[in-house]
Structures are given as C-alpha cells and as structure tokens.
C-alpha cells in the first residue's frame, strides 16, 4: 500500500513538472493585442447635430451600418441616405468607410489611414475638402494637416490641395496621412508615408499605466481605452438638379478610433492555473510554491 502511493505520488509530481514546463514554453509565445474599434456613438452624434441645423434635414439621415457575410463581420461605416431633389420617394447611400480597425499586434506602426467613400446616389456629387480636414493620433491628440499619399508632385508639400470630387455611381478609394508624416518618394515622384503617425506600442504604455492606476484605486472592472487616431473628413454634397441652383451642403464626419488592451492567455485551464501560482525560488521549494502558494516553512 505505501508503494502504491509513493508510486502514484511520484506520477503526479511528474504530470505537474511537465504541464508547468508546458506553460512556460507557452507564456513565451503569448502576444498581448490592440483592439481597435470605430466610436459610433461620437460619429453618429456629432453628424446628426450637424444635420439638425441644416435648412433641410429631413434630405439626409445619418446611421452606423456594419455588413455580415457568412457569419464574417466588416468593419462598421457611415451611411448616409440622401434623398433626391428629383425623385423625393428615391433615397440611396453614401457609405463612407475609415480605417485600419481590428485587432493588431503591439508592435505595429500606423503610418497612414484608409477612406472609402461609395455614392450610390443617382443624382448627387461628393466633394472631400483635404484642405479642411484634419488627422489626430495618440492619447495628445496631436492634429496635423491631411495630405492625400501618392499624389504626383515635383517639390514640397503644396499649398492647398485639389477637391475630391465622387460623382453618382463612383467609388473613391485614398491613403491619407499626416503632413509630418510625408517624404518624397523619387522614383515614382509623389509624396508618400514614410513616418508613423502613431506607434502601438505607446498607446498599449499608456492603457498599462491607467490599468495599474485603476488597479491602485481599486477599480478593476472598467477596462482603460485610449484613442489611437482619427480623422476629421470635411465633405461636400451637392445635388444635381435640372436647374443647377443646387446649393453644397457641407459636413464634417469625425471618425475617432479607440483602442483597447487585449492580454494573450493560455486557454488551457490547468496552464493558465500553473502560470497564476507563485514561481518557485529553487528547485526545492517548487512544489509547495506550485501547490500551496508559498514556499515550505
């Protein structure tokens, strides 16, 4: 009887040993994620106070939309639904479209942002006016001039930049950056995104330290956010009428993104169990360290 237990003792010493070399082998691999995600509730509410004052704001709405396909989620856009000066029973989209969203590693560096802009519309222009636009990064909300990247040019940043304009069945596709951003790419002569607008790494410090802070204030449950970037796109649109006395109605959509810290885990219960004890100091006091919580007295 007492080899049976010796025996079966020694076998559960051994299991232990093993899954607790398993769980550092796989701590080693654990990789903590950003995710990023668009803040709908601002967007949407800084454009609908817009809409309110326009002369008619029944002729556009505004809402967050977010397609799925096949149980695959896409990124969250801005709809709006504008109705015809010609056909007023007719209202169709412009979906406008900002990013990078999702999760990414600590380590990436942004160094521009996508816009995507669909006019669905039968009889309305789109003009994106770069000139008053504006682009912000990081928890200081650094703002910089917005300039397109890869646009041709023969000298420095120009003065002021060209209208956009996406006509009635267009789809406008642009990297856009911040003009501290740039650098003059001589082969293909235009200017492109050669610094980082925002490093991940330093948004991730700054979510660190609120935690901790939180944790030191006893507060557990909230969890930090930060605001990564964001773009402040000025729009124009512009019915096409029979009588061309149609007037441009601007807005401006203010896509900020915000960031979340997303801490890789073992999914394996007995691992991630293993990996929360104590570490031993030495060898001979692993198993109580490992078991107890403390070393043996």
Not at 29 to 40: G, P, W
Not at 103 to 115: F, G, N, Y
Request: aromatic content about 6%; glycine content about 6%.
């Amino acid at each position: 009887m007492g080899s049976d237990v010796l025996i079966l003792t020694i076998y559960f010493l051994i299991i232990i040993y093993v899954l607790y070399q398993m769980a550092l082998s796989v701590e080693n691999t654990l990789e903590d994620k950003l995710e990023v995600a668009l803040d709908r509730q601002a967007l949407l509410e800084q454009v609908n106070l817009q809409l309110k004052h326009l002369p008619s704001p029944q002729q556009i709405t505004a809402k967050v939309d977010q397609l799925e396909m096949k149980g695959i989620k896409f990124p969250p856009f801005l709809n709006l639904s504008i109705t015809s000066h010609n056909d007023p029973d007719n209202k169709l989209p412009v979906m406008v479209d900002v990013g990078p969203t999702g999760k990414m590693p600590i380590a990436k560096s942004i160094k521009d942002l996508s816009i995507s802009i669909q006019n669905i519309t039968g009889d309305a222009q789109i003009f994106v006016d770069w000139d008053k636009s504006s682009i912000i990064s990081g928890k200081a909300r650094r703002t910089q001039r917005v300039i397109r990247s890869g646009v041709p040019i023969t000298g420095g940043l120009p003065q002021a930049q060209l209208l956009s304009v996406v006509n009635p069945g267009e789809t406008f596709i642009a990297q856009v950056t911040g003009e501290n951003c740039l650098g003059f790419d001589p082969e293909s002569q235009t200017l492109q995104a050669k610094r980082s607008l925002v490093e991940m790494m330093d948004i991730a410090d700054y979510i660190t330290d609120m935690m901790e802070l939180n944790s030191a204030l006893g507060d557990t449950e909230d969890k930090p956010t930060s605001l990564a970037y964001g773009l402040r796109l000025m729009i124009g649109i512009r019915q096409i009428t029979y009588q061309q006395q149609s007037q441009t109605t601007y807005l401006m959509l203010p896509f900020e993104f915000k960031a979340i810290l997303l801490e890789d885990t073992i999914a394996f219960p007995p691992l991630r169990w293993l990996l929360n004890r104590p570490r031993p100091a030495n060898a001979r006091d692993a198993l109580s360290t490992l078991l107890l919580g403390r070393p043996r007295s």
